[in-house]
């Protein structure tokens, strides 16, 4: 029932900037806090960025001051803002809502930064 796309990705020159969205179907983002994870070659899946019920935020150290999550109820849709890319930011990017104690996952979308 729960399903969860994210769009946006692509090639980006370092400095660049992407706009990815995360959209749902089967719950509504406005009762949940969604996540935004990435995931490169060779490490392990982090958190980038968390977005509260309320519109409060919190970002991993590493994306402060480049990144921006926001959602938009109406859309059942959330964002992530990505500026000043560096290629240290390519990865498949994953939004993540959990639910009691299941989590739900999109099928990733691909940011690759290089020159």
């Known amino acids: 029932q729960v399903r969860l796309v994210e769009s946006g990705g692509g090639l980006v020159q370092p400095g660049g900037s992407l706009r990815l969205s995360c959209a749902a179907s089967?719950?509504?983002?406005?009762?949940?806090?969604v996540s935004w994870y990435r995931q490169a070659p060779g490490k392990e899946r982090e958190l980038v960025a968390v977005?509260?019920?309320?519109?409060?935020?919190n970002y991993a150290d590493s994306m402060k001051g480049r990144f921006t999550i926001s959602r938009d109820n109406t859309k059942n849709t959330v964002y992530l803002q990505m500026n000043n890319l560096k290629p240290e930011d390519t990865a498949v990017y994953y939004c993540?809502?959990?639910?009691?104690?299941?989590?739900?996952w999109g099928q990733g979308t691909q940011v690759t930064v290089s020159s």
């Open positions: 993540n809502v959990k639910r009691w104690t299941q989590a739900y």
């Open positions: 089967g719950l509504f983002f406005s009762n949940y806090a």
């Open positions: 977005i509260s019920t309320s519109g409060s935020a």
